[in-house]
């Protein structure tokens, strides 16, 4: 069990400051898709919970930890009721928001590698949950949205990419038994950093090799 | 075990009659979308059974129920096919079929929330799991069919209320040791009646404050 | 336990085949609507593994074979590779391409019912499954790339026809006890050659009766 990788205390705070700001998103995502303060809470709840939700029931560890733990349930609705009040103000502070989002993306690709392995998977498969738990709820969030998934825009800095190379730090420190709060939080700063970067200077990947135009094909 | 607030005659007979209804709406919508007689019938299923398969991922009651019962499975082949040769008739009947709807919501509502209960989830887990089962098919019947849910759409009277306030009286009955076929029908008569208020008056939900416009930000 | 159906070697070879077919057209829908890198290979993945996954989780094998199968996983990410590269001849060679889709269909859908008649559920449900896993995989894809689902819609040859009758001939044939490797095979076939007869002859399947117009009512 390599899963405490933080205390308790340290962990839970960490997950909901992660939670919160990735539920801000899917909140802010329904006032401009013209939701109401229901839609708000639903796409809060989803974006901020779905990553997790779906590693839960891909490893067979049901119910998931966010029907159990009441924090992570009730923060997406606080995130969603500030949203509702003050979404001027948050948009307001998008960068904050940017920033904090980089973070939740850093912390959850590595509790989500961490808990993936702790379930007996391969080091590949929890490359990929790490990700999953990152990045997942963002995607649930743009189809509830009717938005084209912008993970998967090539119009929109990296978003995997970071995740990627913060699972595959851990499960490398995984397998040569060096998982440590230290070591845990240097690969989760590093996709933090990464994500900062690719922000900063637009970093985007390549679209398939020799499109003729730049819009050609997009609907 | 408190699942049994019904004998079990009376609850098959009444589940058929939600899953019924709730497919004549994912059926009636893949007609206006002009999707054939196998689109009819995936979408029927797909709102009819999608919320209690979801709840009964998240709760690890697999397989779900409309995997084990057949009258589950069928009933919504029955209504796709009803649909296929009458949707002019069924679109006539759209008042009884709003108000079965309704009453589908209401039974759906209460039957998920105990169901989470009995699972051992908590209080607030178990009303997000009613409400689930109750509005989460016709969340998977609009994303299907590429409309933006209803559910969260401010320009629809409520849905997510009643089953909201019918999944909260269920666990506060739980709580307080009163739940019982007269009470548990009792929650589901009240949100029936919510429900039915709402399509009569138009009750919709508030939007973020603030906005300049009524339209601007809709897609 | 029946799922023996073919050799271990036998079975995974065409399991990978059928992957990496179903992982093309998941990847060239990404190149069509101008994706990067990163949303070719996730669509991919979702594509070539979304049927099985979702079979997994409805019956409850978790966690699924998809992640603890190395090859599963990965054969994804090559054909997204490839299709980043080699897009245009992939594309030239379509009909090669939806061949080998239909071989992927005829498999998939006896394999998947087999599977989930090996798990305890009933006839109707385990062809419901074996459907959902030769068809699942494209319905995610479309929705991702939020087109709506080419399972669904009329003007499509009809794909979900020829799963209908590989899945049924196979629970026919374990519930007369002549699943073997032989009458296995067959069921695939001819899962397999309805599906290029429907490619062939523009099979569609009817829409709802008495509709006036051929294109009214579609988004």
Known sequence: MTSQIF???????LDLIGIFVFALSGGLLAVR?????????????ATALGGGVMRDLLIGATPPAAFTNLGYFLTPLVA??????????VERINRTVQTLDALGLGLFCVTGTVKAHDHGLGAVASVALGM?????????????????????????????????????????????????????SSAAMIAFVLRMLALKYGW????AWHRKSTRAGED
Chains 1, 2, 3 share one sequence.
Not at 142 to 168: N, Q
Not at 204 to 207: E, N, Q, T
Request: charged share 15%; aromatic share 6%; proline share 6%.
């Open 7 to 13: 205390s308790p205390d340290v962990q839970q705070t």
């Open 33 to 45: 898709k013209n939701m109401d303060i229901f839609g708000i809470c639903v796409l809060a709840e």
């Open 80 to 89: 969603g009721i500030v949203v509702f009040f003050l979404h001027p103000e």
């Open 132 to 184: 999953l738990t990152a990045a997942g709820g963002g995607v649930i969030r743009d189809v509830l949205a009717m938005e084209t998934p912008s993970l998967l825009r090539w119009d929109r800095e990296v978003y995997a990419v970071p995740a990627l190379v913060g699972s595959t730090l851990v499960t490398v420190l995984i397998a040569i038994g060096h998982l440590t709060t230290v070591t845990a």
């Open 204 to 207: 985007r990947a390549p679209r």
